[in-house]
């Protein structure tokens, strides 16, 4: 039996072995994800990222239990620690609840450390998924560290991504840097037990407005929806075209992760976000993203690979110097090195 048909029929050990396989980026691991492949597209992916310290861990337990223990569900987390290296350190250590979870066959956790990630951050996560996902986790939960590119990376792999603020760590201005509307489907204001928690649910409302001015957006059943077309100047409204989608404005979600209170809320408004995105067709749309920028990034990494074994290095550092020296341009250098191809 191949280790993919063992991970298949729920080996636990084999799932364990080639998730290290596929973090090497070795053979072994590389042909079990072919062989996998067929079987991925199931699972509800759920990115958790936030600057650090800001609960994501604890929330992210309280989110595991809760799948187990009222919808039993079948999860999988991924944590990628920035720091520590993956057989431990603070991401596990910091598991407050695990205890609850332990001997779970249900639950399986895998930390990564980013660095020293052999085939690239974004495509060793996006495979270590791909396994969770062929071996039939519901649920596959993604953590990182939101510092940045990670943060983007991690959402354009996720359906639904959770942007976890705390009150007290200058707010406002923390994410306006990071950007993270652009990429939150939930907004989670975590240690709602600590005082400034009005503050930062404020500073993050004013923002949504911000991104979703209200006069082009009107409730129907319950549901936002956008008006599409301008209104057409001169006419009665009753004779204005206009249609109208469903849009989603990230909800805003308060949780205390010691103590695991508004987790079964956010459990709701995860669960929400992925009927809007099967309603809407977005979860089709971003499959497609998703399997594109994967597809595209293989393909360049393939072509750099080929143009390094093909061109020489003399021939290279040649021509590169003609384009230091002015004599040839950019351009040119290119065509000439990729004729050698
Ligand atoms: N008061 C309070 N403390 C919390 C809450 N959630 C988490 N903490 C504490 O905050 C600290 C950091 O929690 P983690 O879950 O490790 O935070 P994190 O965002 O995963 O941290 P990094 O992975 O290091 O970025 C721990 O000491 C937690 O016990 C909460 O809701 N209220
Ligand atoms: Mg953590």
């Not at 510092?147 to 359906?159: F, I, T």
């Amino acid at each position: 039996m191949t280790s993919a048909q063992a991970i298949l029929n729920g080996d636990r050990l084999a799932l364990a072995r080639l998730l290290t396989q596929v973090e090497n980026d070795s053979s072994v691991g590389r042909e079990a994800l072919i062989e996998l492949f067929p079987h991925t597209g199931k699972a509800h992916l759920i990115g958790v990222t936030g600057a650090p310290g800001t609960g994501k861990s604890s929330l992210v337990n309280q989110l595991a239990l809760h799948y187990r223990k009222v919808e039993n569900k079948k999860i999988a987390i991924v944590a990628i620690d920035p720091s520590s290296p993956f057989t431990g350190g603070a991401v596990l250590g910091d598991r407050v609840r695990m205890r609850d979870l332990a001997g779970d066959a249900n639950v399986f956790i895998r930390s990564m450390a980013s660095r020293g990630s052999l085939g690239g951050l974004a495509q060793t996560t996006a495979n270590l998924v791909q396994v969770f996902d062929a071996a039939g986790f519901d649920l596959v939960i993604i953590e990182t560290v939101g510092a940045g590119q990670s943060e983007v990376d991690v959402a354009r792999l996720a359906h639904t991504t959770l942007v976890v603020e705390a009150p007290g760590l200058g707010d406002d201005i923390q994410a306006i840097k990071a950007g993270i509307l652009e990429i939150a489907d939930i907004l989670v204001v975590n240690k709602a037990d600590r005082p400034g928690v009005e503050n930062t649910e404020k500073a993050l409302k004013s923002m949504l407005d911000l991104a979703h001015p209200t006069e082009r957006i009107f409730q129907h059943h319950g549901t936002a929806m956008r008006i599409n077309s301008a209104p057409t100047q001169g006419k009665p409204a009753s004779a204005q075209k206009t249609s109208a989608t469903p849009i989603w404005i990230p909800p805003i979600q308060r949780t205390i992760s010691t103590e695991g209170s508004g987790i079964d809320k956010l459990a709701d408004c995860i669960a929400k976000h992925a009927a809007h995105l099967r309603s809407s067709g977005d979860w089709v749309l971003r499959e497609r993203t998703r399997l594109e920028v994967e597809l595209a990034a293989l393909i360049r990494e393939s072509l750099m690979k080929r143009f390094s074994e093909n061109v020489s290095p003399n021939l290279y550092e040649a021509t590169l110097q003609k384009v230091i020296q002015r004599n040839t341009s950019p351009w040119e250098a290119a065509q000439i090195l990729l004729k050698e191809m």
